[in-house]
């Protein structure tokens, strides 16, 4: 989390709010694993940036090869028109690959639903795609983790974003990550990509946590 207020030798008087925060729950049966992302942003009194995204998804293990998947996310944007809404469920059946203490690949297709609102336009419907989630150590104690949805409403139009996460332990609690978060659009209201990149000093609440009853 980031927050500062600047006053008195700043020009441009500035309140900054950054804040992140991540769930994961594990059993032998399934993991839950949830995330919320907050920006706010207000110079001179006017507000800037005011955006939340909120993600959660439960994979249930079928078997030591296979899993499903339940995904909900949702996320508002602050734009000079107003606010840019995004809106996804999916369903998914995919294979668990890699799968040991420490590291797994979670793949598979995904079926669901896809809503957009771009000012005052609108844009959903049904959608097929594909589904990831990775967790893979690298170096001196640290790991890359991963989310990504990819959903097709047809006609061209889809809809893609990602989560990932280089994460470093400094102490058992105590932790340093790059966050990446992006977004690649190509429906009517709009086609582009973007792509945020944050440094977060964190601290794990519960480093060991009891598993889920």
């Not at 700043?10 to 900054?16: G, M, N, S």
């Not at 078997?63 to 996310?73: A, D, I, N, Y």
């Not at 809106?87 to 059946?93: D, H, K, N, P, R």
């Not at 590291?103 to 771009?118: E, K, N, S, T």
């Amino acid at each position: 989390m980031k927050l500062s207020a600047d006053r008195g030798s700043l020009k441009v008087p500035e309140d900054i709010l950054d804040a992140s925060w991540k769930i994961n729950r594990q059993t032998d049966n399934g993991e839950m694993a949830g995330s919320i992302l907050y920006k706010y942003k207000r110079t001179q009194g006017t507000l800037q940036d005011n955006d939340l995204l909120v993600s959660l998804s439960y994979d249930r293990f079928l078997s030591p090869e296979h899993f499903m998947t339940g995904r909900l996310l949702g996320l508002s944007e602050l734009r000079s028109e107003g606010y840019d809404t995004t809106g996804t469920a999916a369903l998914v059946w995919g294979w668990r690959l890699w799968e040991a203490p420490g590291r797994y690949l979670r793949v598979g297709p995904a079926a669901g639903y896809l809503a957009l609102r771009r000012g005052e336009q609108n844009f959903g419907g049904a959608a097929l795609g594909l589904y990831a989630r990775a967790l893979y150590p690298t170096w001196g104690n640290a790991t890359v983790e991963g989310e990504l949805q990819a959903l097709s409403a047809g006609k061209g139009n889809s809809y893609v974003i990602m989560q990932a996460r280089l994460k470093r332990p400094l102490t058992e609690r105590l932790y340093i990550a790059l966050d990446w978060l992006y977004t690649n659009s190509r429906i009517p209201l709009e086609s582009g990509v973007i792509s945020q990149w944050r440094w977060v000093i964190g601290w794990s609440f519960d480093p060991h946590p009891k598993p889920m009853p």
